[in-house]
């Protein structure tokens, strides 16, 4: 970091103190200044408190649907995006039309279609009554689905972020294409990738709001159940809001440091 | 028998619709160094990258230390694993050690035990006039060192050939040296090379034979004295009139 200095050499107190006020990050002091103030209602208004517990009984299923559908969706992407960047011209094939087909749906309507057609579909086929898997799987069967296809994209440019020099050196070392990928591009690429990785987790944890429209009852569910009886429209939504957007912020915070720890051990 | 180690007949490479390689002849023995020089774009990286098939060529034959290099998998694997090649951005493994880069493919390709690859690792790293550096990741090195210890991870697989391209170009001045000490001991060892340089010390001090290269072709070939001081074609002529100023 550069600072201004005086004729001198040294910086004046009174610049680093202005640069200081420059760079504090007043964003997040008025944000949890919001938070700090709705758990301040939440603790002495006994509305909001009850609102808040109602809500509150759908967050387990919010993270558990949100951290399921992760790893899973962590898994197919990868897979999905080494079929993106092989050699063999039909599994490249393959995993492009199926990346092109989810990222040119909405996610709403992905969410119809794969719990109300294609899950019945397939369940059928097997033989099954259609009651044997049940909306929550099916949201999260959904948001594998659709989130494999836009992590997939993060892997194959994590991937292609590495210069083709690498494999050229893991093969003339004799290791294999499937060796070097192993072992040279998909360690440095997952480095690179974690940034964007994070991004689709916050993304993914937000998006599961749209599994209310299955009925799951998370939190966004809840709440919606919850004013069809109170009409309590302003408490419960502002609540609502305010459970995403602590959850968001105190994610995003932890992917930072985990980001910087990286970055740290080199 | 009395083979060349390397034997490249009639050997064409193409770019879509251009000829990067125009019909290539050369063969080199075994304890060879081959130097070749040419003007950029005249073809010298792709002909290294066809020895050990980083390149396919599109006509032509290749035979390495006895092994015909067609589409067969197998004996790609095993001319990759008697061809070293060095880069001229040395292509170290950034995210891992030096040690770990030397010992990744003898774990990988040689199956060596953990003890025995750091072993030879270590060996190496002396060899090489860095041993006190086997810790550091790449990016805390030198680039002279980085590119001593890509020769060392090359080495580490006991290879039969070495393809230098370029090693010396992307270096500072004053690194140049100790990185072509080394291209000189493994000369004296008997290596057989193939150098892409134009570095005139190594090609007086090492080379046997130096060819040069220009659109896609190799225009003389002879030994380092007759290239340098009697070249007899214009181009040779022009070429070495601009390098050697
Ligand atoms: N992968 C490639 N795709 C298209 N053209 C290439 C590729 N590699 C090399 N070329 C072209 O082939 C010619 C020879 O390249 P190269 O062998 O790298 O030359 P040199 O190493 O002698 O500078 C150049 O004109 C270059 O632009
Ligand atoms: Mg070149």
Redesign the interface.
Known sequence: MAVESNQLGAPSERLLSRRRLEQFPWWLLIILSIILFMLVRIIVDPLYRSIFDTIQQGLVTTLSVTAIAFVFSLMFGLILGLGRVSTNPILRNLAITYIEFVRGVPILVLIFTISFALVPMIVRTIGLPNSAISLTTRAIIALVLIYGAYIAEIVRAGIESIGP??M?????????RR?TMQ??IL??AV?NILPAIGNDLIALLKDSSLISVLGVREITQVSRLSVSTTFRYEETYFILTLFYLSMTLLLSLILQWIQHRVRVR? | MNQPMILIEHVSKYFGNFRALDQVNLSVNAGEVLMIIGPSGSGKSTLLRCINHLEVPDAGRLVVDGILLDNNEAHINAVRAEVGMVFQRFELFPHLTVLENICLAQQKVRRRSRSESEAIGRALLEKVGIPEQAHKHPAQLSGGQQQRVAIARSLAMQPKIMLFDEPTSALDPEMIKEVLDVMLDLARDGMTMVVVSHEMGFARNAAHRVAFMDQGRIVEQGPPETIFVNPRHERTQLFLSRILH
């Open positions: 020099g690498q050229e050196a893991g093969r003339s070392l004799g290791m294999t060796q072992y040279v360690p440095q480095r080199g």
